[in-house]
């Protein structure tokens, strides 16, 4: 119902910053809660963040959380999340999901999300 297209992904030095986004084409965007997952070579996707469909709630995974901020432009049909103070272990492939009515928490689940991009690759170089 919803296609997702991450963007942003580059190599940066640890303690920089980035904004990685994701464009969402089909359904209706504010209808679905963001999310941000990212994986590592031969390991499951792990949650980063989540937002609400209007963004009045947002959560973040213990790792996550005080330097990153997820944010959405419902104008624009995309989600960004904002990668501050990086760290060597932010290096991974980062993936926007969307998915329907959920319960948001710090935990959130790959399986919780119906919709997924294809990745954007950060790469945190020391």
């Known amino acids: 119902q919803v296609q997702l297209a991450e963007s942003g992904g580059t190599s940066v030095q640890a303690g920089d910053s980035l904004r990685l986004s994701c464009l969402a084409s089909g359904g209706t965007f504010k209808n679905y809660a963001m999310g941000w997952f990212r994986q590592y070579p031969g390991k499951e996707r792990e949650f980063v963040a989540v937002?609400?469909?209007?963004?009045?709630?947002?959560y973040y995974s213990g790792t996550a959380e005080g330097r990153f901020v997820i944010s959405r432009d419902n104008a624009k049909n995309t989600v960004y999340l904002q990668m501050n103070r990086v760290k060597t272990g932010d290096t991974a492939v980062y993936y926007c999901a969307a998915a329907g009515a959920i319960i948001l928490w710090s935990g959130m689940r790959p399986t919780d999300f119906g919709f997924w991009g294809q990745g954007t690759q950060v790469t945190v170089s020391s």
């Open positions: 937002i609400s469909g209007n963004g009045d709630h947002t």
